[in-house]
């Protein structure tokens, strides 16, 4: 029982991959044109919420063709050299599988290159990712695969990204393939569960399956017969889809006091539900009374939230969530009937999304407040919006500085306010290299050889009286 389940239960083939079929023939022709020569497209991207199985489609599609496999995942350093040295090393030479046979690309023998979690590539400890992915997606001799959850996180920063590789989409798994494949595991784990203990831990798991597996086996530990009042525990994990519903009883419900229990069972932070409620209210309130109303009960709550900050007394958390749910449900005068889809807010959404861009940011005010000795805060409020100016329009002042403060590929794109791989950042960093390259061998000329050395006369040695420091009675 002690074995983790989803690695245990893995597919082995793409026949066991449960949900998908379509992704799942997509992958397939992507592998076959593999088989046949190097494809258009030689870079797979699988997009997908986590726990649908885009991992295990990678692997079981690697099994299914006899590929050897180089994976990097999120517990991996994945900066441009980390990426260089095993993916972009792996996709260009030859290799041995596990039985140590050898592999020769040359003989049409492949090995598969998965980049896990590749929309999370950001921050200083993956530095130069992106441009080692875009170099691995222009050069790679072996198929590639990149998974990621947001693909607009990561093709933003590069127009090969998008342009380049195949996209295939994997949805999240209906909750009846869910049960099924619950329903075959809990009888090879000879557990006892009913039909609605699956039904609760399917609907819990909101399409992810991995999510559904991991709550089977914390329920079946050291417990062969499951009651439904188990499984209905793990009902209180909030995700997603709890958020949904609790907009709808929010706004469409006729009990504030119900909504008031729906956000205290749901144990989320005050402050990310009422990013929840700001953006869907306009939505849902159509009477601008409503509306009005709604809004003063929020503005009420964000005053709480705020006393919360300034007096670290989190007893307000209390009326700021009895605010944002019974007050606004209670906030309209007339039952809402008409179908609204409830948004993800788009401000959490912003913030994810420019998570690589802020990790940038923060990178060169360090290298600027370095240079300038100040705080890397005070480099990006006072120094870089000038520098930044003067790093568009100056070529001579652009050069220069990338040289003198060490910057890199993403770090010049930032600063001039492009992808990675556009002409303009490539055209920065040749110019780089042939001067660097320039000064080594002019250092190189004027560097004095050993022989040039050797011939130079030796200076006498002075008497050391000649050097003795003189006293004033000596004058």
Not at 9 to 15: A, D, E, N
Not at 98 to 127: C, M, P, T, V
Not at 190 to 204: P, Q, T, Y
Not at 221 to 249: F, H, K, P, V, W
Request: net charge neutral; proline share 3%.
């Amino acid at each position: 029982m002690s074995e983790d389940w989803t690695e245990l239960y893995r597919p082995k083939s793409l026949k066991e991959v449960v949900g998908n079929p379509k992704a799942l023939k997509e992958l397939k022709d992507w592998a076959i044109s593999w088989e046949s020569g190097t494809p258009a497209k030689r870079v797979a991207v699988l997009i997908g919420s986590p726990g649908v199985g885009k991992t295990s489609a990678a692997l079981a599609l690697a099994i299914d063709f006899g590929w050897g496999v180089i994976e990097m995942n999120a517990s991996d350093h994945r900066n441009g050299d980390a990426i260089r040295r095993i993916a972009i090393r792996g996709a260009l030479s030859d290799t041995f599988t596990d039985a140590g046979e050898y592999l020769s690309h040359r003989d049409g023998r492949k090995k598969l290159i998965i980049l896990d979690e590749a929309d999370n590539i950001f921050g200083r400890e993956d530095q130069g990712g992106v441009p080692a992915i875009v170099e691995l997606i222009g050069r790679t001799q072996h198929p590639v695969i990149l998974i990621v959850n947001d693909f607009y996180a990561l093709s933003r920063k590069s127009s090969a990204i998008k342009s380049k590789t195949l996209q295939i989409k994997f949805n999240r798994i209906q909750t009846a393939t869910v049960k099924g494949m619950l329903r075959r595991i809990a009888a090879d784990r000879g557990l006892n569960a009913s039909d609605r203990v699956l039904e609760v831990i399917a609907n819990n798991s909101n399409g992810d399956l991995r999510a559904a597996l991991r709550d089977l086996q914390a329920v079946g530990l050291g417990n062969n017969d499951i009651r439904e009042e188990q499984a209905e525990i793990m009902d209180n994990r909030l995700t997603s889809r709890s958020n949904y519903e609790l907009m709808a009883e929010i706004f469409h419900g006729s009990s504030p006091i119900r909504a008031r229990h729906l956000i205290m069972d749901a144990q989320e932070d005050p402050e990310h539900m009422m990013l929840w409620v700001e953006e869907n209210l306009p939505v849902a309130y159509r009477d601008a009374e409503d509306l009005l109303r709604g809004f003063q009960m929020l503005s009420r709550a964000d005053m709480f939230l705020s006393r919360v900050k300034k007096r670290q007394y989190f007893g307000f958390w209390s009326y700021a969530t009895e605010l944002m749910s019974f007050g606004v449900c209670a906030a309209k005068q007339r039952p809402y009937r008409d179908f609204v889809r409830y948004q993800f807010p788009s401000y959490l959404m912003k913030m994810s999304r420019s998570k690589g861009q802020r990790a940038i940011k923060q990178a060169v005010g360090l290298k600027l407040g370095s240079a300038c000795h100040i705080s890397m805060k005070g480099a990006q409020q006072e120094v870089l919006p000038y520098f930044q100016m003067l790093y568009r329009m100056n070529k001579e002042f652009q050069l220069a500085t990338t040289i003198d403060l060490g910057l890199d590929q993403e770090e010049a794109a930032f600063l001039l306010d492009e992808k990675v791989d556009s002409s303009a950042v490539k055209h920065l960093m040749q110019a780089i290299a042939r001067k660097i390259a320039g000064e080594s061998e002019e250092h190189d000329l004027k560097a004095p050889r050993l022989e040039q050395i050797a011939e130079r006369p030796r200076e006498e040695k002075q008497p050391e009286d000649a050097l003795r420091q003189r006293s004033l009675f000596e004058y």
